[in-house]
């Protein structure tokens, strides 16, 4: 097992201290740009997408920019080598060799710490992709309703990813290579990847406990409906069970309590809506669902330590 290199302190207080950086196509280009020539053999990149052939310096000029990240795209990878622990919209994951790793647009990436030789293989692909499936027809792992996953798979499900990309990276590096069949070929990655998606589904339906269960579905809730949704009344009523036994559940299973998750989930949409967009204060109170913008400020500041105002102009 290789050493372990710290990348950011405790997810919480990084998630409450600093805003989510949006990692899309113009900034990963930035990050890459004054590496091309070392990282070249490594990685493709365009206006379309991006494939990352398994080499961890590209990823450690990633990881330099500051986390925690925002992403607005589709990635799709495996961990190559090595084991790292990333925290993956608001919950901590382990990845090892052999995991598969989704992440959907809205994703909000914080790494915690990787092994020195954590490796990841994979695609993303940005807005101008030409996506292979039409609204409606996406697989069920990829349809919305689960922003991201990420999945220990049996070494043969793992060789058949590592095939598809291996395609892939040697098509996209043929003179002007044929697009539909690349795009073919990331139907058949996200095929393969909700095969392993929906079998492991149905092992954890199997060997899950029930509180495990229903802490994975208030997480997933939060993740959807907190711009909308700030009470917990609501999140118990969706599970058809009292808000008494969901907060006792929440807190047992993770040490928090689900106004907690709320709290944190809220104020990272905020932050993010503040930094990446024009909208004024009283716009983003009135689009996160507060009474008025004289709330908004209250809440943010006694969960933050500033006023939204002064958040968005430090940041900016």
């Known amino acids: 097992m290789g050493n372990f290199h710290y990348l950011c302190g405790g997810f919480m207080e990084n998630v409450m201290d600093k805003q989510p950086k949006l990692l899309d196509v113009s900034k990963m280009l930035d990050i890459f740009g004054p590496h091309l020539t070392q990282i070249k053999e490594h990685v493709f990149f365009n206006n379309e997408m ?9 990823f450690k000029l990633i ?5 925690p990240f925002v992403i607005n795209d589709h990635r799709l ?11 993956f919209n608001l919950v901590d994951r382990h990845l090892k060799a052999g995991t598969i790793v989704y992440l959907g647009p809205g994703t909000i990436i914080t790494p915690i710490r990787m092994s020195d030789d954590f490796e990841i293989m994979g695609v993303g692909l940005f807005a101008d992709f030409p996506m292979p499936f039409s609204i409606g027809q996406f697989p069920s792992a990829f349809n ?8 220990p798979v049996s070494n043969e499900a793992m060789q058949t990813v590592q095939n598809i990309l291996e395609t892939i990276w040697q098509l996209v590096h043929q003179p002007d ?4 069949t690349v795009t073919a070929l990331v139907a058949a990655l996200m095929h393969h990847y909700d095969h392993q998606f929906n079998l492991q589904a149905d092992r954890q339906a199997v060997t899950r406990s029930r509180e495990q269960t229903i802490f994975d579905r208030f997480i997933q809730l939060v993740n959807e409906h907190c711009r909308e949704q700030h009470q917990l009344d609501y999140y118990a009523d969706r599970m058809c069970i009292t808000k008494r036994y969901l907060g006792a559940v ?22 993010a809506m503040l930094l990446h967009s024009d909208k004024p204060v009283t716009l983003i109170s009135e689009e996160l669902n507060f009474p008025n913008p004289s709330f908004f400020t209250k809440y943010f500041k006694r969960l933050t330590g500033t006023t939204p105002l002064a958040f968005a102009n430090k940041e900016n």
């Open 77 to 87: 990878g495996i961990v190559m080598y090595g084991e790292g622990f990333v925290n």
């Open 250 to 271: 929440v807190r047992q299973t993770s040490g928090s309590t689900p106004k907690e998750w709320i709290d944190r989930a809220l104020i990272a949409h905020a932050k």
């Open 50 to 58: 991006a494939v990352l052939h398994s080499d961890p310096i590209v």
């Open 177 to 180: 290579y044929h697009r539909p």
């Open 144 to 151: 919305g309703q689960v922003r991201d996953f990420q999945l």
């Open 63 to 67: 990881l330099q920019q500051t986390p």
